[in-house]
């Protein structure tokens, strides 16, 4: 009982710091995106999507499914550490020459000349990131979200504010380039101070070749993820218009600014605390329930109020020439909402050491999801149709992530479904209730935008009230707690001053 209980708070915190390190980054982020929104053109958003599928294709064969395999190990050594560590610097060092080399091919490919000089000096965030992997997992490993959050927030604000002085000084898309490459290096500089680990010097081929073992497949699936997931960067680039494409590219970044605060949240505190109980099957179905279930509380009605919003919101903070992305984002914040369940249902084949079945997974998602983007493209649906095609994958890829998570864990697919369609239901209630009050209302987009907040939380709140749903009884708990702690704290230091 009591093993359980240090287990819960365990993972209460590091959802707590990770949730802080996400939304504080992310947010602080976001108000960035809106100064850099307002001081730069759409095209130069639109030639940074255009490399944006290279790069993050490039830090997947970096990591190799190596970070997984390390936060799953539970007697990692010194000399696990260093061999991990010596392998993704020597990829990421390849990885630069090679996109050094096919930089005009890429340029030539865009119609874009400017790109050479962009992707050899965007390539060098390789070798930069490649240096704080094992930093970073270290302190994953040890559910230390709180010095996550730190180095994050850090990093965000001065690499922020150095890429607002040059988008000032009229760099254009060179003060993109400057943002991606100073915070990386700020975040890998930060790990080194806070973590503090040296590499020795040796490599082990028995280590490398244990976790490669369980890596490279997930290697293969991160590979075809990470190539679908910014494949519309490659068509929209290359069928439609650079301006275009920063319409899109914009509006999947703010849209992934929100999702992904809680999809990275929940993933990377649920993979190591499941891992620590993959062996107590009636704890590890409690827990991943729990998770599945909170995810859900929090996500779907964020994104359904992001997307009901989204008019005012883009023309209050971004200007009015940034609306065409509005039903972009709308429709992205559709697929964005179920990105933290798939994350979850994923999380349970690593942690049952099924890597084979998340590679096979991830070809049948990506099968679907061709076939759904090649019938788009033929019937000449334009950018509004792959976006339908990326939506409609989203649901299809729950139903068989749940399905095949469920074969590994007693938690069938039918439970999970009934446990999340009582939220969806709410979430979408709210979602259409704030859509309509922001028709309805003739005021400034500020009035509009503010009246609607407040009722969306108003209604969500009072539909979960009057439901009952555990998952507000907990939050509302947890948060009581919180500021009681708080308080108390505050009236010991006053004492003592």
């Known amino acids: 009982m009591k093993e359980s209980t240090s287990l819960k708070r365990k993972t209460m915190v590091g959802l707590f710091w990770s949730f802080v390190d996400l939304s504080a980054n992310h947010g602080i982020q976001f108000i960035i995106q809106i100064i850099?929104?307002?001081?730069?053109?759409?095209?130069?958003?639109?030639?940074i999507g255009m490399i944006i599928v290279f790069i993050a294709l490039s830090e997947s064969i970096v990591d190799s499914g190596f970070t997984q395999a390390l936060i799953r190990d539970q007697g990692t050594t010194q000399e696990d550490y260093s061999t991990v560590f010596y392998f993704n610097l020597l990829i990421a060092?390849?990885?630069y020459i090679i996109l050094y080399f096919l930089a005009p091919i890429i340029s030539?490919?865009?119609?874009?000349?400017?790109?050479?000089?962009?992707?050899?000096?965007?390539?060098?965030?390789?070798?930069?990131?490649?240096?704080?992997?094992?930093?970073?997992?270290?302190?994953?490993?040890?559910?230390?979200?709180?010095?996550?959050?730190?180095?994050?927030?850090?990093?965000?604000?001065?690499?922020?504010?150095?890429?607002?002085?040059?988008?000032?000084?009229?760099?254009?898309?060179w003060s993109l380039v400057i943002n991606i490459l100073s915070m990386q290096?700020?975040?890998?500089?930060?790990?080194?101070?806070?973590?503090?680990?040296?590499?020795?010097?040796?490599?082990?081929?028995?280590?490398?070749?244990?976790?490669?073992?369980?890596?490279?497949?997930?290697?293969l699936s991160g590979l075809i993820e990470t190539f679908y997931n910014n494949l519309y960067f490659l068509i929209i680039g290359r069928m439609y218009s650079t301006t275009q494409l920063g319409f899109y590219t914009n509006a999947i970044k703010?849209?992934?600014?929100?999702?992904?605060?809680?999809?990275?949240a929940v993933q990377r505190v649920s993979y190591p605390v499941l891992s620590s109980i993959q062996d107590d099957e009636r704890r590890l179905k409690s827990g991943f329930r729990k998770i599945i279930r909170m995810s859900a509380f929090i996500n779907f009605p964020l994104l359904i109020g992001l997307a009901a919003i989204a008019v005012p919101l883009f023309s209050l903070l971004l200007g009015d020439k940034w609306l065409p992305s509005v039903?972009?984002?709308q429709f992205l914040c559709l697929a964005g909402m179920l990105y933290p369940l798939h994350a979850i249902n994923l999380n349970i084949l690593q942690v049952k050491g099924r890597s084979d079945l998340f590679l096979r997974l991830e070809i049948i998602k990506k099968a679907v999801l061709t076939v759904l983007i090649a019938l788009s493209l033929w019937l000449g649906f334009g950018i509004?149709?792959?976006i339908g095609a990326a939506v409609a994958n989203s649901y299809i890829s729950l139903f068989i992530n749940t399905y095949f998570s469920a074969r590994e864990i007693a938690y069938s697919a039918i439970e999970q479904m009934k446990d999340l369609l009582p939220v969806f239901v709410y979430s979408i209630i709210m979602g259409v209730a704030v859509f309509l009050l922001g028709e309805a209302l003739p005021f400034s987009n500020f009035i509009i935008l503010s009246c609607q907040i407040v009722f969306g939380i108003?209604?969500?709140?009072?539909?979960?009230?009057?439901?009952?749903?555990?998952?507000?009884?907990a939050i509302s708990q947890f948060l009581v707690g919180s500021i009681s702690r708080v308080r108390v704290a505050l009236l010991l230091i006053l004492r003592k001053m």
């Open 36 to 47: 850099l929104a307002r001081l730069l053109l759409p095209e130069h958003f639109g030639v």
């Open 93 to 95: 060092i390849l990885l």
């Open 108 to 173: 030539a490919f865009f119609l874009e000349p400017e790109l050479i000089t962009i992707i050899r000096t965007l390539s060098v965030v390789l070798i930069i990131n490649s240096l704080g992997i094992i930093q970073k997992v270290m302190l994953v490993k040890k559910v230390d979200f709180k010095t996550i959050t730190k180095v994050s927030i850090i990093a965000v604000i001065i690499s922020g504010s150095i890429t607002i002085i040059f988008a000032l000084m009229g760099f254009g898309v």
């Open 185 to 219: 290096f700020l975040q890998v500089t930060l790990f080194w101070l806070f973590n503090r680990w040296i590499p020795s010097l040796k490599f082990n081929i028995k280590s490398f070749k244990k976790f490669f073992k369980f890596g490279y497949k997930l290697l």
């Open 254 to 264: 703010i849209r992934d600014l929100a999702s992904q605060s809680i999809a990275a």
């Open 327 to 329: 039903v972009y984002f």
């Open 384 to 386: 509004m149709g792959l």
């Open 458 to 473: 108003a209604i969500y709140t009072i539909i979960c009230k009057l439901a009952k749903v555990e998952e507000f009884e």
